[in-house]
């Protein structure tokens, strides 16, 4: 059985990103804060915050649920739930706050900027979003340890934050993606709750037959234009791709589909004998059964006569 949660992890991280949201936003210290942010993430290097990045991709984190489809279906369902949730959010934002990206506003050499030149719609971001959808799916979902959840909480803040160290994301645009992300996660698993939908149905298998097929894309998909996280991202969707394939056949129905159809229990006595040639019991003349059972009766019936007659006499 899952732990309780505390209410704690499920408000105080929405609630801080947008606290720190409204003060940054107050403030005016959103290009401050990115170039502060930028010059010292940079110290760490391109290739991990590139590759922390890529965890933050829509379709990498949505073949990352398929492991759950059969342990835990609420977690698989929320998970669908809150991508479009997520992508509503997201997509909707950017459809009215056209802000311009880091390379818009500043010359190539004042900053750290790596992966692709990204100009426009810069608010939200969308990797943030997911990020801490499946974070929040994981922790208020899935999660039975208090450190568990604070690796996951803290793996998504990185996840996020590497938007703004490669370059392409300001700091109150992952604030806003982190809220939307976290949202979604509740909503989703509020939704299943309520609902209480399985993955053993026709719906379950395929939507798994979907993230399948969206896992063997990745196999071969340059979609980030990243070259750099290729092999990484082939190993993860080529893991999730044979871990969700084995919870997907182990959640069907094998033996309905045995050919040819076996019983339970002991064969057919009747199908035994039609098989040898035999006439089956259950198929023999009612009078022959009718004739021995007669010739049972007064066989049986006359010792007790003469035993009658002796003791008369």
Not at 146 to 167: E, Y
Not at 168 to 181: N, Q, R, S
Not at 218 to 242: E, Y
């Amino acid at each position: 059985m899952r732990a309780p949660l505390h209410p704690a992890w499920v408000w105080l991280p929405p609630a801080a990103a947008l606290a720190a949201l409204v003060a940054i936003v107050a403030s005016g210290s959103n290009r401050a804060l990115f170039l502060l942010l930028n010059h010292a993430g940079s110290m760490l290097g391109e290739p991990v915050w590139l590759r922390l990045t890529m965890f933050g991709d829509g379709a990498i984190a949505l073949v990352l649920v398929l492991p759950s489809i059969r342990r835990a279906p609420h977690c698989f369902w929320a998970a669908l739930a809150a991508a479009v949730f997520a992508g509503l959010w997201t997509q909707v934002t950017k459809q009215f706050i056209d802000v311009p990206r880091p390379l818009a506003v500043f010359g190539a050499g004042e900053f750290f900027h790596a992966g692709p030149a990204y100009r426009q719609v810069s608010f939200p971001s969308g990797h943030a979003a997911a990020a801490f959808a499946i974070a929040g799916i994981g922790i208020m979902g899935l999660a039975r340890h208090t450190l568990v959840r604070a690796l996951l909480l803290a793996l998504a803040v990185l996840v996020s934050l590497s938007r703004v160290m490669i370059g392409v994301h300001w700091p109150v645009d992952i604030l806003w993606g982190m809220i939307g992300g976290w949202v979604g996660a509740w909503s989703g698993l509020a939704l299943h709750g309520r609902c209480g939908w399985r993955t053993s149905g026709i719906g379950g298998l395929l939507a798994g037959l979907l993230l399948l097929g969206m896992a063997g894309g990745l196999l071969v998909s340059h979609h980030m234009h990243i070259p750099a996280v290729m092999s990484l991202q082939r190993s993860v969707a080529g893991a999730c791709l044979l871990w969700g394939a084995w919870e997907i056949a182990a959640m069907l129905p094998w033996r309905r589909w045995r050919w040819p159809p076996m019983r339970r229990g002991r064969e057919d006595p009747a199908e035994r004998a039609g098989e040898r040639g035999a006439e089956p019991a259950a198929q023999a003349p009612a009078e022959r059964i009718d004739e021995h059972a007669g010739k049972r009766s007064a066989d049986a019936a006359r010792p007790v006569a003469i035993n009658r007659s002796a003791s008369d006499g």
